[in-house]
């Protein structure tokens, strides 16, 4: 498995932005954020795969941004945020070919970060 490690949560008012940023211990062929609201299921939010092809999620297309500075290291720039996108984002990666937002494709997850979106 490979270590994760999430930074750049925190709290800001809607329409507002954050950078969440994930250090991997080694490189993968797949890395991706997700999310957990109070009370609801992990959802994945944005992936992308070795060659920089990316996966949204519709509730977030337009608004974040997945990108990789290197292969150890990824990026999640989050814009127009609302109250909705409060959850605690993590981090996640894996070996497989298949890139997308299903959870039981990651085998490796960061503990998390929060976000926390006031009106």
């Known amino acids: 498995q490979v270590q994760l490690v999430e930074s750049g949560g925190g709290s800001v008012q809607a329409g507002g932005s954050l950078n969440l940023s994930c250090a991997a211990s080694t490189y993968t062929l797949c890395m991706g954020w997700f999310r957990q609201a109070p009370g609801k299921g992990r959802e994945g939010v944005a992936a992308i795969n070795l060659n920089g092809l990316t996966t949204y999620a519709d509730s977030v297309k337009g608004r974040f941004t997945i990108s990789k500075d290197t292969y150890k290291v990824l990026s999640l720039h989050l814009t127009s945020l609302q109250p909705e996108d409060t959850a605690m984002y993590y981090c996640?990666?894996?070996?497989?070919?298949?890139?997308?937002?299903?959870?039981?494709?990651?085998?490796?997850w960061g503990e998390g970060t929060q976000v926390t979106v006031s009106s």
């Open positions: 996640a990666a894996h070996f497989g070919e298949q890139c997308g937002l299903e959870l039981y494709q990651y085998d490796s």
